[in-house]
């Protein structure tokens, strides 16, 4: 089979993609989704705050997936469910397998990467102890709440506080179950500030920062976890020990972009972000390889994916329009002081839209700092903000204008105290 | 009224059932767990030792070595993966080469073939990855990597296929002498027998003061290790050791028999025998020790961490014969106990035989066939038993690649599994990175099914360890 564009993962990355494929032009496209519905990880996000930004309203996490379905099913865009890609050769060769159409492969002209990502698990903390049923991951508890109507547990410790965690809590409390704590190794959460608020404090649970689990008590089920104080190094603090009695342990302990796939295909990827290193057009080491989503670097919020993947979307149809650029000037695009990554990572002026939005991560809280873009050793922007915190994507804008005939090769995006 | 009962579905009570369904005999095995293959046989190195190890004339040298030699043909019969990937044992400091003689003589003299002693150099050109400081090594190249479930289950059903009935939640409470044999109290019901095996691993020095005066000790000596991502699993393409000690073999580096790459195991004695906890201690002492054979240990890159219990007995040695008139033993099987498992159950199906005079059942198959597993098969191969069985076109569990035909199969075949952990250890769905968090749900639903239960009476494992604990408010409405 031949596709000019395939697009991998019908969540709120694909379904985006492939509608701003199409409209840019993009013909024979094919979105693939492992699941049985499109939407991903949506589905089970039942709770509010969705598409404030791109509807001006707030919508539940399935609902906001409605609206993109709904948008692909009016442009007549193929996609298939139940369909798991096996393998990306460097050639854009995708195979698949699914009940319905066995294995095969599809040569693809171009193709977009929109897997998302995966929880942290438990080994990966290596947390000793034995190793009971009551373990989970938020998001697969999300999962058996909200889309299997089942309850993990009673009483429930949290350890992490990304935002997964944090929307677990209340919704566990709201099933009615008991949540005793939420343990947070940083000394900041990783969530959104409002998720902090509405799902913690307006409960009543308690935030623990600079804590961790220690130890998980119990063979058959979780009877119970140890839980520590860490020093600023993360070691746990002998003597602050303290033990609670529970059922669940819940992981809310990080997200890792899911490209097992992309690494197949020969796409580099960035040590910082566990993403591939991408350009201007979202376009990978591997020309005609696009990514976009939380396979790229993980958000926080939908709307900023669903925005990427429309720049992803749009990128690959000018490509397959246009075939592979002549590779005009490149200017890299470095974090400093403060700024662990940006997205993308080079630019060139020739391929940018007229506004590109770069986007990154700071790496601890800083508040009253400045965040400053350098072309070259210039200066050209300069931002006060309140606040910055690692749990709080941030994006500044450059202008196409600016960019061309530019007499630097770098831009360097930092915070600064003054 | 068995003829023979074995006491505990560990590695190497089932390759005596298997051997002793070779006979014309009824056979019974008493499991006190809900599946094969849950105690020291599911948390191991899961390496086929060359023999260079044991003390020459021992039981643990006799039954290594003989061991290592049958693999090949076990796993063939049994279909389960084995690989001769060689070992290296490694010496750090010019004083301790002597010890790396002493142990390649004492190979020789076990009967173990190829065993060459290496430079640093020469074994850094072998496994680029080696840490510098390696000064020498001593190389066996019959060394091997297995799967310790499978070899355990391709017993199992190779047994239950052949005639041998399994019994579990079964664990022996009381042995009684009868006129006839033993009478064997257990939680579901008494067993009268002709004979009994003794295989009960951790516990067999209480199964064996249950029926005959104290004779031996066994203390549960902990061993905890670090598993790691597949993209590691190149790290070392040899099982790499260090030089060994009183305590054990001490800490490996190897690739596993999947593509993992496997760390540990630590030694220390505990008093629980069910004590498989891991501990910070212990995590921490494996990534040290495993960071003097490797450059690098690729600590970001673990998946999971186990504590398994060896069944270190005060003997010294195998415990393996008739301890009492049809109270058979084979005990203390400590490393190379999975090595040697094959062996062991030779030679204890013998003995039993010889000594109830059973005859040969001419009707024996040794064959068992795996769990098809689509990763292992060739894109045609995988096109058509999708075709023949849709099941296997639907993909449960993302990391391992493993479709609902391998779960549904590993489920309704011999001895099928019960639980998420039967399931995982048949197939290896949830045995990958994200370490079950996408597939624990649609196992659960598939389990569920199949066994014609309720989602919420599935169970990770033993009793107790129900996964979820009810419904929702709206109770599965949700969608």
């Excluded at chain 1, 393998?87 to 854009?92: G, W």
Aim: net charge neutral; with cysteine.
């Amino acid at each position: 089979m031949k596709k000019d564009l395939v697009i991998i993962g019908g969540g709120p990355a694909g379904l985006a993609a492939a509608e701003a494929a199409v409209l840019a032009g993009a013909r024979d496209v094919l979105l693939l989704e492992r699941d049985v519905r499109l939407g991903g990880i949506l589905n089970q996000c039942i709770h509010n705050g969705f598409g404030l930004h791109t509807f001006k309203e707030e919508l539940t996490g399935p609902e906001y997936a409605a609206r993109f379905e709904a948008r692909v099913r009016a442009l007549s865009i193929e996609y298939k469910l139940g369909a798991m890609v096996l393998s990306i050769a460097p050639d854009r060769t995708v195979t698949v397998v699914s009940r319905e159409d066995g294995l095969y492969t599809i040569e693809a002209g171009a193709i977009i990467l929109a897997m998302g990502c995966r929880e942290r698990s438990r080994g990966a903390l290596n947390i000793p102890g034995f190793r009971p049923a009551g373990v989970f991951s938020a998001g697969t508890a999300q999962r058996l709440v909200n889309m299997e109507g089942y309850m993990p547990g009673r009483e429930v410790v949290i350890l992490g506080s990304g935002d997964i965690g944090l929307i677990m809590a209340r919704r566990m409390t709201l099933e009615g179950a008991k949540v005793r704590v939420v343990a947070e190794l940083q000394p900041y959460s990783g969530g959104l500030k409002r998720n902090i608020v509405q799902c913690l404090d307006d409960y009543g649970i308690p935030l623990k920062l600079s804590h961790t689990v220690t130890e998980i008590h119990g063979r058959e089920r979780v009877t119970g976890v140890t839980i520590s104080a860490v020093d600023k190094n993360f070691k746990p603090i002998p003597g602050s020990e303290e033990f609670y009695s529970c059922d669940t342990l819940l992981l809310s302990v990080g997200l890792i972009p899911e490209n097992e796939l992309s690494t197949g295909a020969g796409v580099q990827l960035s040590r910082v972000t566990n993403g591939p290193v991408v350009n201007e057009s979202l376009e990978t080491s591997v020309p005609g390889i696009f990514a976009c989503g939380n396979v790229l670097h993980v958000h926080d919020l939908v709307d900023y994916v669903s925005e990427e993947a429309a720049a992803a979307g749009r990128a690959a149809a000018a490509y397959l329009a246009q075939g592979e650029r002549a590779a005009g000037k490149a200017i890299a695009v470095k974090p400093a002081g403060g700024v662990r990554y940006t997205v993308p990572s080079t630019i060139r002026p020739d391929a940018m839209p007229d506004a590109l939005t770069v986007r990154f991560r700071v790496d601890n809280i800083y508040k009253n700092r400045f965040v400053s873009v350098y072309f070259g050793e210039e200066r050209v922007q300069h931002r006060k903000k309140t606040v910055l915190a690692p749990g709080e994507m941030e994006q500044i804008v450059l202008k196409k204008a600016d960019l061309t005939d530019a007499a630097f090769d770098t831009i360097t995006i930092c915070t600064e105290v003054e | 009224m068995y003829d023979v009962t074995v006491i505990g579905a560990g590695v190497i009570g089932c390759a005596i059932a298997r051997e002793l369904a070779r006979y014309r005999a009824s056979v019974c095995v008493l499991e006190k767990s809900e599946d094969v293959c849950t105690g020291t046989s599911k948390a191991n190195s899961a390496i086929v030792h060359g023999g260079f190890d044991a003390e020459s004339g021992t039981k643990k040298a006799e039954m290594n070595v003989r061991g290592n030699a049958m693999m090949t043909k076990i796993s063939q019969e049994l279909d389960i993966p084995f690989k001769r990937n060689g070992a290296l044992v490694l010496c750090f400091s010019e004083s301790e080469r002597s010890g790396l003689e002493t142990l390649c003589a004492r190979g020789v003299k076990n009967g173990v073939e190829g065993l060459r002693i290496l430079s640093g150099d020469e074994a850094r050109q072998m496994e680029p990855n080696l840490s510098d400081a390696v000064c020498a090594a001593l190389y066996c190249p019959s060394s091997g990597i297995v799967c310790p479930f499978e070899l355990t289950l391709g017993f199992a059903e190779n047994a239950a296929d052949n005639g041998v009935e399994f019994r579990f939640e079964s664990g022996v409470t009381a042995i009684a002498r009868t006129a006839s044999g033993y009478r064997l109290e257990t939680d579901t019901g008494a067993v009268e027998t002709r004979a009994v095996v003794n295989a009960a691993g951790v516990c067999a020095d209480l199964v064996h003061d249950l029926a005959l005066p104290h004779a031996f000790s066994i203390t549960p000596r902990a061993g905890e290790y670090c598993l790691c991502d597949k993209s590691v699993g190149g790290l070392v393409s040899k099982t790499i050791f260090q030089m060994p000690s009183e305590r054990g073999k001490g800490v490996l580096v190897t690739p596993t028999v999947h593509g993992n790459l496997l760390l540990g195991p630590t030694a220390s004695d505990v008093e629980d025998r069910a004590f498989t906890a891991t501990t910070a201690q212990g995590l921490g002492d494996v990534l040290q020790t495993a960071a003097l054979s490797v450059k690098q240990v690729p600590a970001r890159q673990i998946i999971t961490s186990f504590s398994g219990l060896r069944a270190h007995g005060d003997t010294g040695d195998f415990v393996l014969g008739e301890s009492a008139p049809g109270f058979f033993e084979a005990a203390c099987i400590e490393s190379p106990g999975l090595t040697s498992a094959p062996a062991i159950g030779a030679y204890m199906a013998q003995l039993v035989a010889e000594t109830l005079g059973l005859e040969e059942n001419a009707d024996f198959n040794p064959i068992r066939h795996g769990v098809v597993r689509l990763n292992d098969l060739s894109p045609a191969a995988r096109a058509a038993k999708i075709r023949e069985n849709p099941l296997y076109g639907s993909i449960v569990c993302r990391c391992e690649t493993v479709s609902e035909g391998e779960i549904v199969d590993s489920i309704r075949r011999t001895l099928g599994a019960t639980t998420l952990d039967g399931v995982k250890r048949r197939t290896r769905a949830g045995m990958g990175r994200c370490q079950a968090g996408f597939c624990t749900p649609r196992v659960l639903d598939i389990l569920a099914r199949e066994l014609q239960v309720p989602v919420t009476a599935v169970r990770k494992n033993a009793r107790g360890s129900e996964v979820l604990v009810g419904k929702t408010q709206k109770g599965g409405a949700a969608l």
